[in-house]
């Protein structure tokens, strides 16, 4: 009976302790496990896995920073341990203390340690779960607000956006209130909504302490409202930074910045901070940092619009970097957008955007706006060399004999002159990168000795010391000997060719051979390149329309560049009219009188449009400037229905030329209407039985561009896919 009781009371304290159970003792006793055994544990792997990942961030200041920092899973490996360690323990909680008051603050922590690892599928659903099923508040509000953290590092910003608006109207805990302001900052810098960022991230600052990490928000508040205009309000951010514990770098950087917008933002003048950047310069302690103080000083004579003296700091901040491919990555970058947004020089644009990629890590957030303005300016270039180049080879074959050979030879002469010169500057720069190896190897090892043939510093000295004691000397044989036919002579007997040599008139007989010799080769040389160009030439009719034909593409492609890439309507719109004026018969007439319409003052009434709509109207082009002012009615329907089956039956019945003029005239009268597409589609196969083949292909190319979602659309690519086998 003793034991049965003992049992008892033993069954009824496990069945209290369970974590199903909802009594006080239950709790309690779940509540302790759950703190003591494994959540403490859990916060504090989190926080040295956070404090080991913003300790050993690479951060480049002359860019704008992050407010928060972002998610790399690549990163997080380093603290890959600890991420375990929080994911195991915080599971056990979910797992063995349901009922435990701490259930929300370890599944927000298991779901911060998975986003950390780069799953964000599961720390969604984690985050989803805690705001589903919790009744603990404040760790709903957490829960959310690294849902909205999630979804911006998926770039899903719409959704992070919604989730915003939850989270704002909750009565928030400071904590949570200094955490959303600062993701919700870091929503709207992301999508470059700098302004509201800025201001969002100010008011997070006032629920901040004096640390490391307030100071970095500080410097990105300041850097925002400096790539807003705003420079006023930059400066205090950028004085608070000093003041909250920042790295040397980040200091330095914010004094830099504070520099340039007091001279901006309250002198007016730039004397001053220019000589203190000098001062900058000299300073040892900066001995590192110069390419940094080059490149501030470069953005300084930019806003003075003094951008000869801009690219000449950038280009002294990229010869005094020292390894630091991220700084020169943006001194690049700086560089192509001066030639491309001031100097309107394209080729060197595109060269600079081709060095900023080389260096620029992937994860920087402009670096697609980056790649894609390379790539369109590599095509602008490239159009531009074919339409220059095409240009001059049209003039040369124009020319006479005689003044052709001439302007062969001085291109020849040209195109030597710059190797020679290209060659001179990669010899100097291979002196330059093995000097700098062996810069690098010296101040790794203080007893490192360059040879001395190698030491730029030897060699000047050792030719100083030279020329004081022999004077200036030509490079030759005997150097030493006033006398140089004794020193030949004396040559000549140490070789024992004494006797053998060519004497008097013979010598001179065979210097004269041996130097027309020499100008036979160079000018057989000469010849054969002369060929070479000559054979370029477009000096036939099929080789100049060739050369034409490759020209109007290009001035074709620059337009579209100009208009859809560039944003510059007025480039656009003169090349355009280049193109029509120098190929009235261009195959893209009808497009780009539709884009010089579009770009009119009064689209409704302009030269254009009359001339596409008289040229082309039923083209694809025309129908758009038609569609807008079509006023579609059922009768209109049915009119078009009734149209287009007479036109159907003219084609069934063989009579193509008739139905092909019936189902144009359907195309241009019931433009907008539901049959819009089939009118088009019967055109396109009559075309093709009246074997227009350049028309038939120009249809078949409208019609896929026009109606992308047209049930006619399969039987287009079909058409397309066999006239590709053609």
Same mark, same amino acid.
């Given at each position: 009976?003793?034991? !049965?009781?003992?049992?008892?009371?033993? !069954?009824?304290? =496990?069945?209290?302790?369970?974590?199903?159970?909802?009594?006080?003792?239950?709790?309690?006793?779940?509540? !302790?496990?759950?703190?003591?055994?494994?959540?403490? +544990?859990?916060?504090?792997?989190?926080?040295?896995?956070?404090? @080991?990942?913003?300790?050993?961030?690479?951060?480049?200041?002359?860019?704008?920073?992050?407010?928060?920092?972002?998610?790399?899973?690549?990163?997080?490996?380093?603290?890959?341990?600890?991420?375990?360690?929080?994911?195991?323990?915080?599971?056990? +909680?979910?797992?063995?203390?349901?009922?435990?008051?701490?259930?929300?603050?370890?599944?927000?922590?298991?779901?911060?340690?998975?986003?950390?690892?780069?799953?964000?599928? #599961? &720390?969604?659903?984690?985050? %989803?779960?805690?705001?589903?099923?919790?009744?603990?508040?404040?760790?709903?509000?957490?829960?959310?607000?690294?849902?909205?953290?999630?979804?911006?590092?998926?770039? *899903?910003?719409?959704?992070?956006?919604?989730?915003?608006?939850?989270?704002?109207?909750?009565?928030?805990? %400071?904590?949570?209130?200094?955490?959303?302001?600062?993701?919700?900052?870091?929503?709207? $810098?992301?999508?470059?909504?700098?302004?509201?960022?800025?201001?969002?991230?100010?008011?997070?600052?006032?629920?901040?302490?004096?640390?490391?990490?307030?100071?970095?928000?500080?410097?990105?508040?300041?850097?925002?409202?400096?790539?807003?205009?705003?420079?006023?309000?930059?400066?205090?951010?950028?004085?608070?930074?000093?003041?909250?514990?920042?790295?040397?770098?980040?200091?330095?950087?914010?004094?830099?910045?504070?520099?340039?917008?007091?001279?901006?933002?309250?002198?007016?003048?730039?004397?001053?901070?220019?000589?203190?950047?000098?001062?900058?310069?000299?300073?040892?302690?900066?001995? *590192?940092?110069?390419?940094?103080?080059?490149?501030?000083?470069?953005?300084?004579?930019?806003?003075?619009?003094?951008?000869?003296?801009?690219?000449?700091?950038?280009?002294?901040?990229?010869?005094?970097?020292?390894?630091?491919?991220?700084? #020169?990555?943006?001194?690049?970058?700086?560089?192509?957008?001066?030639?491309?947004?001031?100097?309107?020089?394209?080729?060197?644009?595109?060269?600079?955007?081709?060095?900023?990629?080389?260096?620029?890590?992937? #994860?920087?957030?402009?670096?697609?706006?980056?790649?894609?303005? @390379?790539?369109?300016?590599?095509?602008?270039?490239?159009? $531009?060399?074919?339409?220059?180049?095409?240009?001059?080879?049209?003039?040369?074959? @124009?020319?006479?004999?005689?003044?052709? *050979?001439?302007?062969?030879?001085?291109? +020849?002469?040209?195109?030597?002159?710059?190797?020679?010169?290209?060659?001179?500057?990669?010899?100097?720069? @291979?002196?330059?990168?093995?000097?700098?190896?062996?810069?690098?190897?010296?101040?790794?090892?203080?007893?490192?000795?360059?040879?001395?043939?190698?030491?730029?510093?030897?060699?000047?000295?050792?030719?100083?010391?030279?020329?004081?004691?022999?004077?200036?000397?030509?490079?030759?044989?005997?150097?030493?000997?006033?006398?140089?036919?004794?020193?030949?002579?004396?040559?000549?007997?140490?070789?024992?060719?004494?006797?053998?040599?060519?004497?008097?008139?013979?010598?001179?007989?065979?210097?004269?051979?041996?130097?027309?010799?020499?100008?036979?080769? &160079?000018? %057989?040389?000469?010849?054969?390149?002369?060929?070479?160009?000559?054979?370029?030439?477009?000096?036939?009719?099929?080789?100049?329309?060739?050369?034409?034909?490759?020209?109007?593409?290009?001035?074709?492609?620059?337009?579209?560049?100009?208009?859809?890439?560039?944003?510059?309507?007025?480039?656009?719109? =003169?090349?355009?009219?280049?193109?029509?004026?120098?190929?009235?018969?261009?195959?893209?007439? &009808?497009?780009?009188?539709?884009?010089?319409?579009?770009?009119?003052?009064?689209?409704?009434?302009?030269?254009?449009?009359?001339?596409?709509?008289?040229?082309?109207?039923?083209?694809?082009?025309?129908?758009?400037?038609?569609?807008?002012?079509? /006023?579609?009615?059922?009768?209109?329907?049915?009119?078009?229905?009734?149209?287009?089956?007479?036109?159907?039956?003219?084609?069934?019945?063989?009579?193509?030329?008739?139905?092909?003029?019936?189902?144009?005239?359907?195309?241009?009268?019931?433009?907008?209407?539901?049959?819009?597409?089939?009118?088009?589609?019967?055109?396109?196969?009559?075309? &093709?039985?009246?074997?227009?083949?350049?028309?038939?292909?120009?249809?078949? /190319?409208?019609?896929?561009?026009?109606?992308?979602?047209?049930?006619?659309?399969?039987?287009?690519?079909?058409?397309?896919?066999?006239?590709?086998?053609?």
């Amino acid at each position: 009976m003793q034991k !049965l009781s003992i049992f008892i009371l033993l !069954l009824a304290i =496990t069945i209290g302790c369970s974590q199903f159970s909802q009594s006080p003792t239950s709790k309690a006793w779940h509540n !302790l496990n759950a703190r003591f055994n494994s959540l403490i +544990i859990a916060r504090e792997n989190m926080k040295e896995a956070e404090k @080991a990942l913003f300790t050993t961030r690479e951060e480049n200041y002359s860019a704008l920073i992050p407010i928060l920092l972002p998610i790399d899973s690549v990163k997080s490996q380093a603290v890959a341990t600890n991420l375990k360690e929080v994911i195991e323990k915080t599971s056990m +909680i979910a797992e063995r203390h349901s009922n435990s008051k701490y259930l929300a603050e370890a599944y927000v922590l298991l779901g911060r340690a998975r986003l950390m690892k780069g799953d964000f599928v #599961n &720390a969604i659903e984690v985050f %989803k779960y805690v705001n589903s099923t919790t009744k603990d508040e404040t760790g709903r509000q957490s829960a959310l607000i690294w849902l909205m953290r999630a979804y911006i590092e998926q770039r *899903d910003f719409v959704t992070a956006l919604k989730v915003s608006e939850v989270v704002r109207n909750l009565d928030l805990t %400071k904590a949570n209130t200094r955490d959303y302001y600062l993701t919700k900052a870091y929503l709207h $810098q992301y999508t470059g909504e700098l302004a509201t960022a800025a201001a969002i991230a100010e008011e997070a600052l006032k629920l901040m302490t004096k640390n490391e990490q307030t100071a970095r928000v500080h410097y990105a508040v300041g850097q925002m409202y400096d790539l807003i205009g705003q420079k006023a309000k930059a400066l205090p951010h950028y004085a608070a930074v000093a003041k909250n514990r920042p790295n040397y770098d980040m200091e330095f950087y914010a004094g830099m910045n504070a520099l340039l917008d007091e001279a901006v933002a309250r002198r007016g003048t730039t004397a001053g901070v220019q000589e203190n950047f000098k001062k900058m310069l000299v300073d040892r302690k900066n001995a *590192d940092l110069k390419d940094k103080i080059y490149f501030t000083m470069g953005n300084l004579e930019v806003q003075k619009m003094n951008y000869p003296k801009a690219i000449e700091y950038y280009n002294a901040s990229i010869k005094n970097s020292k390894g630091n491919s991220a700084q #020169n990555a943006y001194t690049y970058l700086e560089l192509a957008e001066l030639h491309y947004n001031q100097l309107l020089k394209y080729e060197l644009a595109s060269l600079y955007y081709d060095s900023t990629l080389t260096l620029l890590p992937k #994860n920087t957030p402009d670096y697609e706006r980056i790649t894609r303005r @390379a790539s369109s300016l590599t095509s602008f270039v490239t159009y $531009q060399k074919v339409v220059a180049l095409e240009d001059s080879l049209q003039r040369l074959a @124009a020319m006479s004999a005689a003044d052709l *050979d001439k302007a062969l030879e001085r291109s +020849i002469a040209q195109k030597e002159e710059e190797a020679r010169k290209a060659k001179e500057l990669a010899d100097q720069q @291979a002196l330059k990168n093995a000097n700098a190896a062996v810069d690098r190897l010296s101040d790794r090892d203080q007893t490192f000795k360059r040879w001395m043939l190698y030491d730029p510093i030897a060699i000047n000295r050792n030719k100083s010391d030279f020329q004081q004691l022999w004077g200036p000397r030509v490079l030759e044989d005997n150097w030493r000997r006033r006398d140089k036919e004794a020193g030949a002579i004396s040559f000549g007997i140490e070789r024992g060719t004494v006797g053998n040599q060519p004497t008097g008139s013979s010598a001179t007989g065979a210097s004269k051979v041996l130097q027309q010799q020499t100008a036979d080769i &160079a000018g %057989k040389a000469l010849a054969a390149k002369k060929q070479e160009l000559y054979a370029g030439l477009p000096n036939t009719p099929e080789k100049l329309a060739a050369s034409k034909l490759k020209q109007e593409e290009a001035y074709y492609q620059l337009g579209k560049i100009y208009k859809f890439q560039f944003n510059e309507p007025d480039n656009a719109i =003169t090349t355009f009219k280049t193109l029509l004026e120098k190929f009235p018969a261009t195959v893209h007439e &009808a497009e780009v009188l539709y884009l010089l319409s579009l770009s009119a003052d009064n689209q409704e009434n302009n030269p254009y449009r009359s001339a596409l709509l008289i040229k082309y109207p039923a083209s694809t082009y025309a129908r758009q400037l038609i569609r807008g002012n079509v /006023n579609i009615t059922e009768d209109t329907e049915s009119k078009a229905n009734l149209v287009y089956s007479q036109a159907f039956n003219l084609y069934s019945n063989e009579s193509y030329l008739s139905a092909l003029k019936m189902a144009e005239d359907g195309l241009i009268t019931y433009t907008g209407t539901s049959i819009e597409d089939k009118f088009a589609m019967l055109r396109i196969l009559l075309l &093709a039985k009246t074997e227009q083949k350049e028309l038939y292909q120009q249809a078949l /190319n409208e019609f896929i561009q026009g109606y992308p979602s047209s049930n006619l659309m399969p039987k287009a690519k079909e058409l397309m896919a066999v006239l590709s086998k053609k």
